[in-house]
């Protein structure tokens, strides 16, 4: 059984990998990395040294094209600023819509663009790492449960039931994601989440916020943050 | 009300491309073509030709990295000939897969790719002109029922509910589908079905034989071998 992960860079994904490879062994499990046009390339860094921490080939694919004509405030050439609040802070006024840093059916077209490729190469699986925070409020409406069966079952179908997606922590938190990744030694100093691409994490941007609450429920420090601490 | 057409530069899109301008005007419509590697690009000329006629801005985007791996018969990599034979003779032996002309997911990829591409547009559906031939026996499962209302599904709900698929032919034969387009005119003439990327069209392929059966299903020559000749 072989199994290609969607690899952000970020904690979610590094866990799935951690679980991909936990499971099936580094030799049957690719890694797939892409890039949309972020401002900037640091979670493609992360995901790089990760899969070089499991020793499995990581694929690079750019995507940028897709989003050219988007105005999503995570693009480069977007004007448009990040936000600097919580996901539930963001949605107060938002009348239902999803929050500025949506990249339009961003996960849509990587489960796509992974399913092509996963069938190319022989896998049965694709792993992602959405999860219940990323849903609530419809702030990424491509993280929901109703989008990931949907997707599988596209996916199941339209490969003609080669090929199915493997969404562990569709039902969990982002907390229940890290205490999984910690009992299997997850590289997390590796890991990197923020939106703004500077040389330390902004600690204020929605998934900055979302990924500190996370560590705190399992009462432990950041290792990213330490690790870039000890690098200084 | 703005929509985007999936344009292969065949009889279906072009039929699909003919309804959406009819309903919403050509300056609400957009189409897309999308290369992805095959060993000809007389369909990507003849998606030109087609939204020029009907004067809407044609996008046009090239994902043959995705495939890059992948053995399909269709693929300009690829050493495997195009069989020259229809659906349900390459069927028989096939033990329930696809046809060897099936490009991995690549109808959810193209679906997936305009999504994104619609949402940043302002366009609120996808049509896509898949159809009941194509489906028939496992040939393509990314045109099937099945797959088309999941992956409508995926799309409706990873959007935020901001957008669909129009896949009007899907329980038609591409005989049902031309006797729409000669209702509405189509430029039949300017389309282009042949996997071999000659001159004229084989005659022999699966979609050229397919193709054929439809026209005289409508007891009309087909318009583009017509057109080819009194061109010469």
Request: with cysteine; charged share 20%.
């Amino acid at each position: 059984m072989k199994a290609l992960v969607l690899c952000s860079g970020g904690i979610d994904s590094t866990t799935c990998l951690a679980i991909a490879v936990d499971k099936y062994g580094k030799d049957n499990v690719y890694s797939l990395s892409i890039s949309y046009g972020q401002k900037h390339l640091k979670e493609i860094e992360s995901a790089r040294k990760i899969s070089n921490y499991y020793d499995v080939k990581l694929m690079e694919l750019d995507l940028s094209k897709m989003f050219e004509y988007s105005d999503c405030s995570l693009l480069e050439h977007s004007n448009n600023d990040i936000p600097l609040q919580s996901y539930a802070d963001q949605l107060k006024n938002n009348k239902g819509l999803p929050v500025s840093t949506y990249v339009p059916f961003r996960n849509g077209l990587f489960l796509a663009s992974a399913a092509s490729i996963a069938l190319s190469k022989g896998c049965s699986l694709i792993y992602y790492g959405a999860h219940s925070d990323d849903a609530a409020g419809n702030a990424y409406p491509d993280c929901s449960p109703a989008f990931n069966n949907a997707i599988n079952t596209a996916i199941y179908e339209g490969s003609g039931k080669q090929l199915s997606i493997e969404a562990p922590f569709i039902n969990m938190t982002k907390a229940e994601v890290i205490k999984i990744g910690l009992e299997l030694d997850a590289p997390y100093h590796l890991t990197w989440s923020c939106y703004l691409g500077k040389e330390k994490p902004c600690g204020m941007c929605g998934t900055c916020i979302d990924r500190r609450i996370a560590f705190e429920k399992n009462n432990i420090d950041d290792p990213a943050i330490k690790y870039i601490k000890i690098k200084e």
